[in-house]
């Protein structure tokens, strides 16, 4: 029986179907066409067998990709969207040489972010998540995770995760809400984290559970920020709460938190800046994703993430962008992508392997996102150049020409 | 008498004058207005003074920024635009672990990029220069040097520079074009670079000359390439052929370019990742701007070039992009800017100079470019936001609203 479809791209220079196959399994069909019928991927080969395989029916939308490439959209599976206020005077201090407590004296770190979350009316948190979301699209990224953490507080947070479910349902793009009160011990509870951890877990998680407006919660497992025993306690609470796991994890101190995560049965362990080589065997023996963020490390100038040790180890590697706007003020996913292989050691196919595939598995979208094969949703970047290698290789400017979400139309040049 | 003005830019949030004034000199004046006359800057003031001292004609345009940051268009004094094909080839075995001698054994570096522009046609040269030109537009670049040196004979060279030319009167931009015959020893003359770089002085040079299609020549003093002595010898004869002199200095070994550049009265030495602290002192003791190129350092993975040690030995410092087919295929100028602000100690006000003044003297153009004062070229920047430390700040993706060429509107989001 032939293949029904409503849209179909053809001429397509290669095609990144991500299926497994090939180096890194980038899966590459060359002379390729793409075929999409209700949202889902339903057949992909050879231009020249589309009409063996396919019904092209009179209403079915043909598009050329004129020899273009063609990759699943970018899955950006860890960014901070949901803020009142940026921090680009922040940003100026610390270039003219002000220490991390001297920012933080100056009212500055993420309770800042706090301060001005709180305060900020609704309109202008959705305005700020959409209009990065609108650049983000138009960097090839069709689907995005997005933390609360800047509220600290039952009504901010759920105020946040609020928004970003409205959001969602006003975007091209798939967003995945995550629940991270656990991001910081906010000033109420200044110097007794424990009690802060008792009462997320008795009167927060509970709240966002029952609104069902988050699958993920995510803690930040940091010197100074939550011990791994609270990190373990909050997770193991949570687990039991029906959430799925993510941690900020050895991102400036090595404390262990991979471990917790591993553990705790986590999706995925994400930063991993100063992860021990201990724990890169562990969580590579684990099937928690490594998520790292090489964005960060750029924006503080701190050592970029081990991404070759860890490929090297077999962990499953994912690359987001930690968009936020304090540590990592970038919604570039192909700058990411460049990143990872200029400085963390990723050949260009495990870049973009990483980008797509793991950054789905990252959210628990192994089934849905991240590849272009049958039964996936039709998330798909038509880029400006006949070779994907220029995807990493063109560092600021992405070739992005058109974005497809679920086989639409969404964005072009 | 008051000033008469065809173009007015009211209502504008913050104005980078850059007359040498203030924080690092960005001359910053807020609720300020900017006028224009013949493509020149008339008056720049408080936007509440303009019509004192500004005469508005039924015929002149009058603007709004709506509060927007405005600052002079970006200067790239350093770029290879001429190439007849792309390298991301090479980037891939880089990143799949291939060293130097690898990829040049297997057809790449520089001598790739020149088999590929000898037998690139015309249309093609051409188009490359203008795609990445109209890419730098949109970045906020409105002036840019475009070197010449992927064609090492003399029917290349000046065809590229030819090129160069017609591509400067074609797009709105100023293009600088500078004769980089020295770029490399080309397979004729393999082994026997003396013998090249008499060729170039005895044969090219002067046609190049003769032409007018060159102001400055340029020279790759590196370990393999050419020796300070031979480049020394190469920068004597063109000052004397009437040349003024760029030269790459310092970039992988500290081999003394730099002290070469400083000599023969260089108008700017370029890269500088591997200078020696006596070198840094003695160029920042002469009139040789020291012009740094932080993406090539991103691009190849290399130590990032030692900017605030240049900053506080007194040097004046330029930022470009070094936008070429191998090893920075960047061109990007706010990327480079937040680059030099993350990782190589500059503060944002000192970027922003960087980038803008000190470009323009890499130039030669201090006096046209670069600045928004009286009698300069009216080139500039309408940014999307209303603070200019977030120019730097939001990494990856540059807020560039509208730009302004001499006056005129040549490109808006």
Not at 159 to 176: D, S
Not at 199 to 210: G, T
Not at 404 to 412: D, E, F, H, I
């Amino acid at each position: 029986m032939r293949i029904r479809t409503d849209f179909v791209l053809r001429d397509i220079g290669q095609l990144l179907t991500m299926d497994g196959n090939g180096s890194a399994g980038i899966g590459l069909l060359t002379h390729a066409a793409l075929a999409v019928s209700d949202g889902k991927v339903v057949w992909t080969g050879s231009d020249k067998d589309l009409e063996t395989y396919c019904t092209l029916q009179s209403d079915t939308e043909i598009v050329s990709a004129g020899g273009s490439v063609v990759t699943p959209g970018f899955v950006d599976s860890h960014t901070h969207p949901l803020f009142g206020a940026t921090r680009q005077d922040e940003f100026a201090m610390r270039a003219a040489g002000a220490t991390y407590q001297e920012i933080a004296a100056a009212g500055g770190g993420i309770l800042n972010s706090v301060k001005r979350t709180r305060s900020a009316s609704a309109a202008v948190l959705e305005e700020n998540m959409k209009h990065h979301l609108s650049i983000m699209l138009s960097n090839g990224t069709t689907t995005v995770e997005a933390k609360s953490g800047y509220g600290l507080d039952l009504i901010t947070e759920l105020r946040c995760l609020e928004i970003a479910g409205k959001v969602a349902g006003e975007v091209p793009q798939t967003i995945i809400p995550t629940f991270m009160g656990a991001h910081e011990v906010p000033v109420e509870f200044k110097g007794r984290p424990d009690e802060y951890i008792d009462y997320l877990i008795s009167e927060v998680n509970p709240r966002v559970k029952e609104q069902g407006i988050a699958e993920f919660v995510d803690i930040f497992c940091e010197k100074g920020v939550f011990t791994p025993e609270q990190t373990a306690r909050y997770l193991a609470a949570s687990t039991d709460q029906g959430f799925a796991l993510k941690i900020h994890a050895d991102e400036f101190y090595d404390t262990g938190g991979t471990a917790v995560a591993v553990k705790a049965g986590a999706t995925s362990a994400d930063h991993l800046l100063s992860i021990s080589e201990e724990n890169i065997h562990l969580i590579a023996e684990s099937k928690t994703v490594a998520t790292l963020l090489p964005g960060t490390a750029l924006f503080l100038n701190k050592p970029f993430p081990p991404g070759r040790k860890l490929l090297d180890a077999g962990a499953s590697v994912a690359l987001a962008t930690d968009f936020n706007p304090g540590s990592c003020f970038c919604d570039s996913m192909p700058l990411v992508v460049n990143l990872a292989v200029c400085q963390c050691g990723f050949t260009v196919e495990e870049a973009l392997v990483s980008a797509t595939v793991n950054g789905a598995a990252a959210l628990g979208l192994e089934k849905h996102k991240g590849r272009l094969v049958k039964g996936f949703d039709a998330d798909f970047v038509v880029w400006n150049c006949a070779d994907f290698r220029t995807i990493p290789y063109h560092l600021g400017n992405p070739d992005v020409a058109v974005v497809y979400c679920t086989g639409l139309k969404v964005y072009s040049t």
